[in-house]
């Protein structure tokens, strides 16, 4: 199960519907080994595109050294589909490299700014894509 605070779940949707027609993108931190999510770091797509996101490999190599720095890992990596049902495609899967984040998705797909839109979260390893439940907290205990 992903817990996250109503704040962070918040930014993130404001972040993809910010960026939409185009898929955001980032990562929220926390302390390494806690699958906490504090830290929002929303990201540029490289690819500036409305079905395919890309980090840009330079800003992902300083995030990660940030990270590293701040004894801190993903415990979020994120982006929308602006256009299909908040589900990982085969691209998603096959960009998944981090086995302990949670994935989460937002669609933007038929929305406007007021709503609605998909929150959902999955964990993907070895290719394999379950779903987990969300829970949203006012902070954390």
Same mark, same amino acid.
């Given at each position: ?10 930014? +993130? #949707?404001? !972040? ?13 931190? &926390?302390? *390494? $080994? ?41 415990? +979020? #990596?994120? !982006? ?13 899967? &096959?960009? *998944? $490299? ?44």
């Amino acid at each position: 199960m992903l817990t996250l605070t109503q704040d962070l779940h918040d930014r +993130i #949707v404001a !972040h993809a519907r910010q960026d939409h027609p185009d898929e955001a993108c980032g990562v929220v931190a &926390g302390p *390494a $080994g806690s699958d906490r999510p504090e830290r929002f770091i929303p990201m540029l797509n490289a690819a500036r595109s409305p079905t395919f996101y890309e980090f840009d490999s330079a800003d992902l190599l300083s995030l990660y050294r940030e990270m590293d720095d701040r004894d801190e890992e993903p415990v +979020i #990596v994120y !982006h929308s589909h602006t256009a299909t049902e908040a589900y990982p495609s085969r691209t998603d899967v &096959g960009y *998944a $490299g981090e086995p302990g984040a949670h994935y989460v998705l937002v669609s933007t797909a038929d929305t406007d700014d007021a709503g609605p839109f998909q929150f959902r979260s999955f964990r993907i390893v070895d290719g394999e894509i379950t779903e987990e439940e969300v829970r949203i907290v006012a902070a954390y205990a």
